[in-house]
């Protein structure tokens, strides 16, 4: 198994910047797609933004696209979520997940997929 810890999240005026990590542990961490998700309260859980193994692909939801940037770091077993002009309807928790695949350069972006999620880390953007 492979344990993710997110940490980063805080309050932020609008127009503001976050950047979340995610630190996992417990397997090869290059083995693994990661991506990451949010929940806002009320309402489902969706889809942000997925990296491959080696971190060459990516992709993004339609909404944080242009604004947020996924990398990792495959030293360092981190992924990290740089948030860029944040707008109060990005208020959410924020999850990192991680899958195991033997594709290098496939990036997966349902839920479904993930085996593996962290407890979540809130961001608060305000008016």
């Known amino acids: 198994q492979v344990q993710l810890v997110e940490s980063g999240g805080g309050l932020v005026q609008a127009g503001g910047s976050l950047r979340l990590s995610c630190a996992a542990s417990?397997?090869?961490?290059?083995?693994?797609?990661m991506g990451w998700f949010r929940q806002a309260p009320g309402k489902e859980r969706n889809f942000v933004a997925a990296i491959s193994r080696d971190g060459g692909s990516t992709t993004y939801a339609d909404s944080v696209k242009g604004r947020f940037t996924i990398s990792r770091d495959n030293a360092k077993d981190t992924v990290a979520l740089q948030m860029n002009s944040l707008k109060p309807e990005d208020t959410a928790v924020y999850y990192c997940?991680?899958?195991?695949?033997?594709?290098?350069?496939?990036?997966?972006?349902?839920?479904?997929?993930?085996?593996?999620w962290g407890q979540g880390t809130q961001v608060t953007v305000s008016s």
């Open positions: 417990g397997r090869t961490f290059s083995n693994y797609a």
């Open positions: 997940a991680a899958v195991r695949t033997s594709y290098t350069y496939s990036y997966y972006y349902t839920e479904d997929k993930y085996a593996y």
